[in-house]
């Protein structure tokens, strides 16, 4: 069963237009079920920055308790999709900008670039972006803080980085040159 849900002001609208983000397929009678989400709520209103301070971190904590509300396992997750406001699809955007920047730098300088922090679906987000370089990439670090370590080319490059160096290279990333 897939469903669309556009809840805004209070009201629930079960035949609205997909969120911003969604995939086109999640709407009712689209094909390829299987990539896409099959509930899908889009938050609009006064109220909605509240949900998208600190990065989306309500917004994200609400899908993740709706998954467990659900009883969704993990690699079932991405079948629910909540947005506010469009965020999701521009962070997706932020993303590929961030991606396409890092394998320049990485082909430029031959060394790993590291990504700040961010939660399994935008990690998710960026492997598939960064996969398109024919790079090789991994996640490191436990918990809130993994993140995606982009590596060049050679033998060398799926080592994973010791904590001084990865906590360095994370560092680095943030300094304004």
Known sequence: MQSQILACNGHVQPNADAPAGAAPSALPGASAPDSSPVICVEFTGTDTPLLLARNGELLHAIEHLAAK?????PEEHDLIFFDAEGFKANRDRELQHSAETAIEQVRATGRPYSFPPMTSRERRMLHLALAKSG????????????FVVLYPEGPAAAQPLATADRTRAIRNSFRRR
């Open 69 to 73: 509300i659900l009883r969704l396992e």
């Open 135 to 146: 790079l090789p990439t991994a996640s490191s670090g436990e918990g809130p803080g993994r």
